[in-house]
């Protein structure tokens, strides 16, 4: 459960804003869309490998 502490006279957008960062690190909306449809084990060991691969350039580019 997530708890956002208010102050007394605290504006709501921004502990609205508060609740939604703390939500979203709590990685459930990823996890509930990586859900939706089965991967395959070599799929997914695919794309991870693709993702490394992306960012290694994207390093080497800037340097």
């Known amino acids: 459960m997530i708890?956002?502490?208010i102050k007394?006279?605290?504006n709501i957008e921004r502990a609205l804003k508060k609740f939604k960062r703390k939500f979203e690190k709590t990685g459930i909306i990823?996890?509930?869309r990586e859900?939706?449809?089965y991967k395959k084990?070599?799929?997914r060991r695919r794309e991870v490998?693709?993702?490394?691969a992306y960012?290694?350039?994207l390093q080497q580019e800037q340097e």
Request: aromatic content about 0%.
């Open 41 to 43: 084990p070599s799929v």
């Open 3 to 5: 708890i956002v502490p």
């Open 55 to 57: 960012l290694q350039r």
């Open 8 to 10: 007394e006279g605290d």
């Open 49 to 52: 490998i693709t993702r490394a």
């Open 30 to 32: 990823k996890e509930l």
């Open 35 to 37: 859900r939706q449809a």
